[in-house]
């Protein structure tokens, strides 16, 4: 049953990487270049689909932007993708996100989603960590549309802010996940 389980969840990743739309075939090793005009071109998007995410952008300290994460599971899933710190117009590092799920599950999907760090704070806990597990350190709370309707810059209270954003593909089911994003090298 584990080999046949084994199998089938190699089978969905495969296809996440070369049926997805927009992941070009790889959703690893990209160029510093890539990364930096991928991250920008997918904050574009998400200003266009989500105006208050610009609105952010103004008075965040940095944007946690990874502009193409792949997603696929059966039973046991993850995801990874790369992407940009961004502090003003700057991009000042590369980052990696990775998660694991584990529960029922099945499919895959690519996405992009960033993370307003609208205090000092929240900055340099992602800059000063060996690698950041989100729901832990600076609150973060994931925007969906009824918070967007409801969300002012004068009203903000949290450390950071998340998006998701330009979903592809099918995942379905209901699983426990667990996301780190580490520094990387480019």
């Not at 502090?87 to 999907?109: E, F, P, R």
């Not at 609208?118 to 925007?143: I, K």
């Amino acid at each position: 049953m584990y080999s046949l389980q084994r199998n089938v969840f190699a089978l969905i990743l495969a296809a996440a990487f070369f049926v997805l739309p927009g992941t070009n075939g790889l959703a690893v090793a990209a160029t510093a270049e890539d990364l930096d005009r991928d991250s920008r071109q997918a904050l574009q998007t998400l200003y266009r689909t989500e105006p208050i995410a610009e609105s952010l952008s103004r008075t965040a300290k940095g944007v946690l932007v990874f502009p193409n994460m792949v997603k696929a599971g059966l039973v046991f899933g993850g995801s990874y993708g790369e992407g940009v710190l961004i502090k003003g117009a700057t991009t000042v590092d590369y980052y990696n996100s990775v998660s694991g799920s584990w529960g029922l599950q099945i499919g895959a999907q690519s996405y992009g989603y960033a993370v307003f760090l609208m205090t000092d704070e929240a900055v340099r806990y992602v800059e000063d960590t060996q690698g950041w597990e989100l729901g832990v350190g600076p609150t973060v709370v994931v925007v969906d549309e009824g918070i967007a309707k409801n969300l002012s810059t004068s009203s903000l209270q949290h450390d950071a802010y998340a998006f998701i954003f330009s979903q592809q593909g099918l995942m379905a089911g209901l699983s426990i996940e667990g996301t780190k994003i580490s520094r990387i090298n480019r």
